[in-house]
């Protein structure tokens, strides 16, 4: 079992929905978890990070962490052509990255 | 201010060579992290330096090598290049990365454009 997990997508979504993206993980001790963004050919760029249990919203992105049952997730409300990239999470306590969502949006 | 640089950008090397990759972190960054990507494998983490010293190491061969100098500049050395070795690296540079105290690490790492390499 990988340590960071998430489906490599692709998650196709209409302009204006809202993406849902997912990621588990195995070390239940992890504690700070970062969603990168990473358009093709370019370097990963944060979005945001999180730590506690709950929701964090950062304006269109809400991350969410469960740790009872080790799942972070990003929520992209409004989704743009633009937000079209690939979605890394990362366990940032053991530098540990998942392979990444990609999200396709359409008009 | 500046954002992390690495040089080269692109190199291509044969089997059996070595290749060194330079990273320079964003000023007053002290901590430098290395990964390698691929389509297969994703983000894998290399090794992360603060202060000259390696802090963390990623589970790689040790023909991959690295250290970093008293002005938080850091190398990574690849020996006797295999045809796996293809791969984007990426170097991260963050604040000095908090740990211990029960409290998690929240230090943002900025990623520079990372080097391109391919091996014949």
């Known amino acids: 079992q990988k340590e960071v997990e998430q489906n490599s997508g692709p998650l196709s979504v209409p302009e204006g929905a809202i993406a849902s993206l997912n990621c588990t993980y195995s070390?239940?001790?992890?504690?700070?978890f970062f969603w990168y963004r990473q358009y093709s050919g370019k370097s990963p760029e944060l979005i945001m990070f999180?730590?506690?249990?709950g929701d964090k919203e950062d304006g269109r992105f809400t991350a969410q962490l469960n740790k009872a049952s080790q799942y972070v997730s990003l929520l992209i409300r409004d989704s743009q052509p633009s937000d079209s990239a690939t979605y890394l999470c990362?366990?940032?306590?053991?530098?540990?990255f998942g392979t990444g969502t990609r999200l396709q949006v359409f008009p | 201010k500046a954002g992390v640089t690495q040089t080269p950008r692109y190199l291509i090397k044969t089997r059996g060579q070595q290749v060194t990759l330079s990273c320079s972190p964003i000023?007053?960054?002290?901590?430098v992290s290395w990964y390698q990507q691929t389509p297969g494998q994703g983000l894998q983490f290399l090794f992360e330096?603060?202060?000259?010293?390696?802090?963390n190491k990623g589970n790689f061969p040790g023909r991959f090598s690295g250290r970093q100098f008293s002005n938080s500049r850091s190398e990574m050395n690849v020996s006797t290049l295999e045809l796996g070795d293809s791969a984007l690296y990426l170097c991260?540079?963050?604040?000095?990365?908090?740990?211990?105290?029960?409290?998690?690490?929240?230090?943002?790492?900025?990623f520079g454009p990372g080097t391109r390499l391919t091996v014949l």
């Open positions: 999180i730590y506690s249990n």
């Open positions: 000023s007053g960054h002290r901590s």
């Open positions: 991260a540079s963050s604040l000095p990365r908090t740990s211990g105290g029960g409290l998690p690490s929240t230090d943002t790492q900025y």
């Open positions: 330096y603060f202060s000259e010293t390696q802090r």
């Open positions: 070390d239940r001790g992890s504690q700070s």
């Open positions: 990362a366990v940032t306590d053991k530098l540990i």
